[in-house]
């Protein structure tokens, strides 16, 4: 016999959520994918764009590297801030990582934080990498 509870927050009175499959979501919103292939050396690829009143938040990554890559020094993925959508320059730095030929990188659990007003972008020293970032909007001031 199931047992109804509310699972929340007692300052900002958010309930947990449970999906279909059981899951409890404790974030606000559920994760959204952002996807996207770094296919050109040291060319920014856009994954999140700023939202009036929201700051992202990454929850999750998952990168693969193609047999494009070099087999002796990998590629250097560098996901970052930056202050406008194609911008190479990097305001703050989130993840530096090195992939292996072939490899995975999978990251979940994370609750990283991105400046409010900024755009999150990913370039690497080696093309052909797949990227795809897990994130949510949270409401700024929550």
């Known amino acids: 016999m199931p047992v109804r509870f509310i699972l929340a927050d007692a300052v900002n009175e958010t309930a947990a959520k449970i999906t279909s499959q059981g899951e409890i979501l404790s974030v606000p919103n559920p994760s959204m994918p952002a996807q996207g292939a770094l296919t050109v050396i040291n ?17 999750g990554m998952i990168l693969t590297a193609t047999k494009e890559v070099s087999p002796t020094d990998g590629a250097v993925v560098d996901i970052y801030e930056a202050d406008a ?3 190479t320059s990097v305001a703050t730095e989130l993840y530096l990582l090195t992939i292996a ?6 990251r979940s659990g994370l609750f ?5 007003g900024v755009w999150v972008n990913a370039k690497t020293d080696d093309a052909s990498v797949n990227v ?11």
Not at 112 to 116: A, K
């Open 85 to 87: 959508l194609d911008s």
């Open 112 to 116: 990283v934080l991105v400046s409010p």
């Open 101 to 106: 030929r072939l490899g995975i990188i999978a």
């Open 132 to 142: 795809t970032l897990e994130y949510f909007y949270r409401k700024i001031g929550v």
């Open 43 to 59: 060319t920014a690829v856009n994954f999140i764009v700023p939202m009036e009143g929201f700051t992202p938040v990454l929850t």
